[in-house]
């Protein structure tokens, strides 16, 4: 069975600082999909990143990226310049990679807050 | 595109009570997931189908829960009889190839059983 882990409960950072965000996972699996979601106080989950294990290269979406160390199963979020509307739990998932699509596994979350 | 549509938003019931939480995928997207957020156990799997089949059941809980979907535009999650301890945060999402984009979710149903 496949776990993640997220050991930060709580972050804070300064409006327009940057952040990261921890996330390590166990897995026997080669091939699979990592996922960075937020939960705003609205709730709505909002896909952030995502991540293919067999792509070396970090995936960058505008001032978030990640840093994708398969080889310590690690796959932590970057914010830069940290906004407001940043404020959210963030959630890392994991899901197998197969053909026919699998179901996502999610981490504890770490609450994010921004201060103005 | 209106994206996943859950009803209702928040559901106060009594125990006892039966809950029916719905749900509207995205157009074109052949699998639906069920998932189950409560600060204890964090986001749960419970369902989920593809083509309309249930493929994975083993997250729900009890025989309290039962899940259909009846076709490619509408899900249900119902709950006979309900508990306190269903209380929770019940979220649908819809993929199209779920390891390509990730899921869609829906903003979720606050359930309460008093």
């Known amino acids: 069975a496949q776990t993640v882990t997220q050991s930060q409960p709580e972050m804070s950072v300064q409006e327009a600082e940057t952040v990261t965000l921890s996330c390590t996972y166990d897995t026997s699996e080669s091939n699979y999909y990592l996922f960075w979601y937020k939960q705003p106080p609205s709730r709505q989950m909002i896909l952030v990143i995502r991540q293919e294990a067999y792509k070396q290269q970090n995936a960058t979406e505008n001032r978030f990226s990640v840093n994708f160390q398969k080889a310590a199963k690690s796959f932590s979020l970057k914010i830069s310049d940290s906004q407001l509307g940043d404020t959210a739990m963030y959630f890392c998932?994991?899901?197998?990679?197969?053909?026919?699509?699998?179901?996502?596994?999610f981490g504890t979350g770490t609450r994010l807050a921004v201060r103005p | 595109d209106a994206g996943v549509i859950q009803s209702p938003r928040h559901e106060v019931t009594e125990m006892g009570q039966e809950v029916t939480l719905r749900c509207k995928p995205i157009s074109g997207h052949d699998y639906l997931f069920w998932y189950r957020q409560t600060m204890m156990r964090g986001l749960e799997l419970l369902i989920y189908f593809n083509n309309n089949v249930p493929i994975d059941d083993s997250g729900m809980p009890e025989d309290r829960f039962s899940a259909k979907m009846p076709n490619a535009s509408f899900s249900t999650l119902k709950i006979q009889p309900s508990e306190p301890r269903d209380s929770a945060v019940y979220f649908c999402?819809?993929?199209?190839?779920?390891?390509?984009?990730?899921?869609?979710f829906g903003s979720g149903t606050r359930l309460t059983v008093v």
């Open positions: 999402a819809s993929s199209l190839k779920p390891g390509f984009g990730g899921y869609t």
């Open positions: 998932a994991f899901m197998r990679g197969k053909s026919s699509g699998d179901k996502l596994t």
